[in-house]
């Protein structure tokens, strides 16, 4: 009878326990680089367009992400679709914030 937990499952564990913790960490540092810049963003431009700025940061960031990496924001069926919703949807709340604050502000 053969034990189930063999030294080399033992180390598999621990390897992808390592690169899982890895991911956490870089995932974690890149949110607060996120959210830092935003407080940046938004504590020093000028009143009436930070807001703005907030609403075209995230269309312009995931914009990117989707022409970068559209591998990793496939649906489980493979499709784009999905993905090019929301950044459509962001756009227009970004272009509705421009004009708004544009509008606001003359």
Known sequence: MKPTHSPSVEEAKAVFIREFHRQQIRSALKLGFLLGTAYLLYRFIPRPWNGALLAVAPAVYLTGLLALRPQSLRSKTGSLAPAIGLVSFLW????????TTWMGSR
């Open 92 to 99: 227009c709340v970004a272009i509705f914030a421009a004009v």
